[in-house]
């Protein structure tokens, strides 16, 4: 029973994560109908700015509370990394607006090629090691499961993050015309909405999110190369699938159940088997169930 | 003068040409009807007028200004407002949120926004009666008052309405109608594109006739409800 616990929290740690990152694949879908295949670069991205801050700048002297100063940087991380999201939205995708569906993708996989090669050059091809001791090595014990510090930061910011950006889309005006801009460009401009703006208000969200969880997965395994995100990509892609594409609460959902499938799968049946699982999930979902969990529904009446 | 003036207006998709040279005026208080077939270009006029397709040829004035290079979404705020064929309405949206971002352009006007909210839900109660249900959810008559009523909303000086008869039965064709003219008798300026020319020439005080692209006929209301050609191809008389 022990295991069972320790093995979901595991889950719902790196489901959270995986989560932040589907929500960036999720809203771009939903907005552009089309797959933002450079996300999972702008993952790693955030994951190696904040080696950076960490380990070459050091910036964690100058602030005394570990903390405070995660929440610095992660805020600092978010911003570099949106900005990158909106040059790329701008230079890769925005051009290619009127080119049917075929074009922006494989611009995607440019962009994704050229961020990760960039990557590897401004870093270097070999692994990163974050320094033990960024975040406090504080553990409790809590029915004979250990907690540590750094799983409860991942899990408090995910769920800030998530429940900030839920409130946003539901129940602020810029939300409504988020969701107003995923379901009908044309009608969106006749309400008054500048489209443009509201697609590269979708680039400034999803890159930071995916950026923070890339920052996160760094201190979590300490251990951060260039091609991570692909792996995590894929991963992230397949709980917005599973959630059903477009749908934003769908890829939070999708996210924590892909973390915990996974999670349950390498604790009971091999670590080996972890990617088979979530692989296996995302080809279930595809032939079972393709528009996804919570996918959309209502039919339009003519 | 006139109020909304398209002077020659020329549009392409492609290489087809949608309308070829179209001229017509909408003085201020009037309901004014473009008839014509399927395909005519009655919806390409109004898109045209909201900034939705690009402009060849020709000019379009709104109030005295040039609206050709305007952005669609600033179209809005300069006054006119567009319920567009087959009504779009936000589906997965509710009620109440597809009437809010009808009145989007307005900002924060709280207080103005909920005048009108008041305003439309007097004029539709059927609306306010379902302001939290989904949009995807109503009828077919109730999205047509739904449309009608978020671009009324933004709190315009024009209407563009597309189409409101379509899909729906009669007696609720002549429901919508009879709003129409409440709203125009209360100062609205409307262009109304129809293919159910009967209920649009009642409604209307003046018409164009579309026919490929090209304004064949126009007159007063009573002129084209007289008009033989009017009568053979869109009253349905032999």
Redo the contacts between chains.
């Keep these: 029973m022990e295991m069972f616990f320790g093995q979901i929290i595991n889950g719902i740690t790196i489901g959270s994560i995986y989560a932040l990152v589907a929500l960036g694949y999720t809203m771009v879908y939903g907005v552009l109908r089309m797959i933002n295949f450079a996300h999972g670069e702008l993952f790693t991205l955030g994951a190696y700015m904040a080696f950076t801050m960490i380990v070459s700048m050091n910036l964690a002297a100058y602030i005394p509370n570990a903390v405070v100063a995660l929440i610095v940087m992660a805020v600092m991380v978010a911003g570099l990394v949106a900005i990158v999201g909106v040059l790329l939205e701008r230079i890769a995708y925005k051009p290619l607006r009127q080119s049917g569906r075929l074009a922006p993708v494989i611009s995607a996989l440019g962009a994704s090629i050229f961020l990760q090669n960039a990557i590897m050059l401004i870093w270097g091809a070999n692994y990163k090691v974050f320094p033990e001791g960024v975040v406090p090595s504080i553990t409790w014990e809590i029915g004979g499961v250990s907690i540590t510090l750094m799983r409860v930061l991942i899990l408090s910011t995910s769920l800030t993050l998530m429940i900030a950006l839920y409130v946003l889309i539901q129940r602020t ?1 810029v939300g ?2 988020i ?2 801009c995923a ?2 460009h ?10 443009d703006k509201i697609i590269r208000l979708v680039f400034i969200i999803g890159p930071a999110l995916g950026g923070i969880a890339g920052m996160m997965v760094g201190l979590y395994y300490r251990q951060i190369g260039f091609t991570m995100g692909w792996h995590y990509g894929i991963k992230a892609f397949t709980a917005a699938i599973l959630g059903g594409i477009g749908n934003i609460p769908g890829a939070m959902v999708g996210g924590l159940i892909l973390g915990v499938a996974e999670s349950l799968g390498a604790g009971y049946i091999s670590n080996a088997w972890k990617d088979a699982i979530a692989f296996l999930i995302l080809i279930l979902i595809l032939i079972l169930r393709p528009t996804g969990l919570l996918g ?1 529904r ?5 | 003068m006139a109020f909304l003036r398209l002077e020659n207006l020329e549009i392409f998709y492609g290489s087809v040409q949608a309308l070829k040279g179209i001229s017509l005026t909408v003085n201020e208080g009037e309901v004014v009807a473009l008839l014509g077939a399927n395909g005519a270009g009655k919806t390409t006029t109004l898109r045209a007028i909201s900034g939705l397709v690009g402009i060849e040829r020709g000019e379009i004035h709104f109030d005295g200004e040039l609206l050709n290079s305007v952005p669609a979404h600033e179209i809005v705020g300069r006054g006119i407002a567009h319920a567009p064929e087959g009504r779009k309405i936000f589906s997965t949206l509710t009620v109440e949120e597809n009437l809010n971002l009808g009145g989007y352009s307005r900002g924060k006007d709280k207080e103005g926004l909920a005048r009108t909210k008041k305003y439309v839900f007097e004029l539709f109660p059927r609306l306010s009666e379902r302001k939290h249900q989904l949009a995807g959810t109503l009828s077919g008559g109730e999205q047509q008052m739904l449309a009608i009523s978020r671009a009324l909303m933004a709190k315009p000086r024009m209407l563009l309405l597309d189409e409101p008869s379509l899909g729906l039965a009669p007696l609720l064709v002549q429901n919508i109608f009879a709003t129409i003219k409440e709203i125009n008798e209360e100062g609205m300026t409307i262009l109304l594109v129809e293919q159910n020319a009967k209920v649009a020439l009642k409604t209307a005080h003046r018409g164009y006739v579309l026919e490929t692209g090209k304004i064949v006929l126009e007159g007063t209301a009573q002129d084209l409800i007289a008009d033989e050609r009017v009568r053979k191809a869109y009253l349905g008389e032999k």
Excluded: F, P, S
């Design positions: 005006q409504t015309a969701r107003a379901l009908d044309d009608t969106a401009r006749l309400m008054g909405i500048d489209v959309e209502v039919a339009e009446k003519v």
